[in-house]
DNA sequence: TTTCTTGCAAAGAGTTTGCAGCTTC
DNA sequence: GAAGCTGCAAACTCTTTGCAAGAAA
């Protein structure tokens, strides 16, 4: 992990950035969470736990800074907010989401899976592909055992 | 258009809304802009030109109701505001977008083309895939030109 | 010193809500 | 006249900005 911070480091000072010890803490927190898809607010009450005296805007203007150098990737899941998601190393791709209707849960897929359809896209359209944002809604394996079992109930209960 | 509308409103009604003088022309207005991606300013007033007395409030009622009976998607291309898209009628799935980055517009894809990608996600992740978000985000044709044009313009330059 | 960065508070943008009045059945 | 719908204004949420103070080069 240290590496990853050292390497963030050197990507700030390329761009003439420092990183201080706020934009640390945001960055610790980031990498302390990679599985979730963690909102400004989010960010903030964790980095708050280390740094209590750092402010929400802060955190925004770093938030922003990351997604600028393409350390985050900005995503939205259409419920309002702004999610900030850490961008793989070496990853070619940003990757692709899996939101569930039922729980709210979101899964990653790290697997490209759209190398074919970018092909596609880039000759019969003629358009040339920066970056794509591909999102799943539907339903989590937890939730479908869910139905499942209460379906199982329901017909237990119906045998009484 | 007549037949879409009236389709529209025996939706509403199945669903026991009413197809008021309001709901009626924000519906005309996206039938109207179907190429379009608006928000709902831009809905507001396009509308306020056939309904001028109507409130923006309404017609946020109204695409919400809407999107609730998936006569409209709402998508978020990122830039802070939600976009209402109509649902191409007897389209399964929801339609794919590129926006250049350069010049902001989008377009749309007609074609599925993630029916191999879905059924390796079901498989593989097994997630009851209902609906799917796909955004290329790049370099339009036009845009592509423009840059070829400049540096066929600079190339020009540096002869004299 | 000069430049960058921060925290705070205020402002801004987009969206939602409460409510009284108006329609419609 | 009950139920649904509307316009308006106020409220709310998320995010950005102005500014004076602080830290770093």
Redesign the interface.
Known sequence: MENRIDRIKKQLHSASYKLTPQREATVRVLLENEEDHLSAEDVYLLVKEKAPEIGLATVYRTLELLTELKVVD???F?DGV?RYDLRKEGAAHFHHH?VC?ECGSV?E?EED??E???E??ESK?????????????????KC?EKVDNEQEDNSELNKV
Do not use: P, Y
């Not at 359209?125 to 394996?141: A, E, M, N, P, S």
């Open positions: 900005k995503i939205n259409g702004s899996l209707i899964a897929i899976l759209l074919d359809v970018e596609i896209v359209w003629k358009f040339k592909i920066k970056d794509h944002r591909l999102t799943f809604h539907g339903i989590c394996v479908q």
